[in-house]
C-alpha cells in the first residue's frame, strides 16, 4: 500500500523518453528497450568502434553496445547517468551487453575490467564515476575482477563534450597514470567508458596501461558516436 501512494505522487519516470513506468518495467519503457540503436558491434571483428584505433595503438578486441545520436534516447540515458545520479542506468546496460559478450564465450577473454578514471577533483563534484556500475556489472556478469585503482588521472579537465576535436586530442597522453604491481603485469585489460568519440581519451589511457609488461588492452563502450 505504501509503495502504491508514493507511486501514485512519485511515479517511476523511463529515462529514456520519460514516459511513466508501468509495472515489471525498470529504468526503461518496453518502447525504448525496443527502440534502443543496437550496433551488434560485438558480431564484427572489424566494426568501427576497432577502425577508431588503427594505427594509433594495437588493442585486442573493441565493441560499443549502442549509437550515440544528438537527441536521442541514448544521449537522454547516457546524460541522466552522467548528471542525474541515475547509476542504475549503468546496471541495465551492463547487464545487457554480458549476454551478448557471453554469447562469444568471452568470459575467459580478459583479467581486470578498468574504468576510465575521473580525476579526484571531479569525482567529488559528480560524487561518482558514471561508469563504474557499468564495469562492475560486466565483471560480475563475466567472472572478472574490477579494479578503478590502476589507472588514475593526474589533471583536472573540462567535460570532454564541450571541447572541440583539437582540445580533446592536446596534451591528453599527460593526463593519465598508472599505479602497478607485478600482480598486473602479462594481463589483459578491459578498459570501459560510456561514450566514444574520437577515441583520443580511451588511446591516451590505454598508451598509459600498455607501460605495465606483458599488458594487453581491449575497450568496450556503452555507446558510440554515429557519425
Known amino acids: 500500500m505504501f509503495n502504491f501512494i508514493i507511486n501514485l505522487f512519485f511515479p517511476k519516470i523511463c529515462s529514456g523518453c520519460r514516459a511513466i513506468l508501468i509495472t515489471n518495467e525498470t529504468v526503461l519503457c518496453t518502447t525504448c528497450r525496443h527502440e534502443m540503436p543496437l550496433t551488434q558491434y560485438h558480431l564484427d571483428p572489424k566494426n568501427q568502434a576497432v577502425k577508431k584505433f588503427y594505427g594509433k595503438i594495437d588493442i585486442e578486441y573493441a565493441s560499443a553496445l549502442l549509437y550515440f545520436n544528438k537527441k536521442g534516447i541514448v544521449q537522454e540515458l547516457i546524460h541522466n547517468l552522467k548528471y542525474k545520479g541515475h547509476e542504475e542506468i549503468g546496471t541495465v546496460l551492463g547487464n545487457w551487453y554480458v549476454e551478448d559478450l557471453k554469447g562469444l564465450k568471452l568470459e575467459n577473454a580478459f583479467d581486470i575490467v578498468i574504468p576510465v578514471p575521473l580525476h579526484p577533483r571531479k569525482l567529488k563534484e559528480r560524487g561518482y564515476n558514471q561508469v ?24 583536472y579537465s573540462k567535460t ?33 567508458d560510456d561514450v566514444l568519440t574520437t577515441g583520443a581519451t580511451l588511446e591516451a589511457c590505454s598508451r598509459a596501461l600498455r607501460k605495465i609488461p606483458g599488458a594487453k588492452i581491449s575497450i568496450v563502450c556503452m555507446a558510440i558516436a554515429n557519425s
Open 132 to 155: 563504474t556500475i557499468f564495469g562492475k556489472t560486466l565483471a560480475n556478469g563475466l567472472n572478472l575482477k574490477y579494479d578503478d585503482t590502476i589507472l588514475f588521472r593526474k589533471k
Open 160 to 192: 570532454q563534450s564541450k571541447k572541440n576535436l583539437l582540445g580533446r586530442s592536446e596534451n591528453i597522453e599527460s593526463i593519465f597514470d598508472i599505479h602497478s604491481t607485478k600482480e598486473n603485469q602479462n594481463k589483459h585489460f578491459l578498459l570501459i
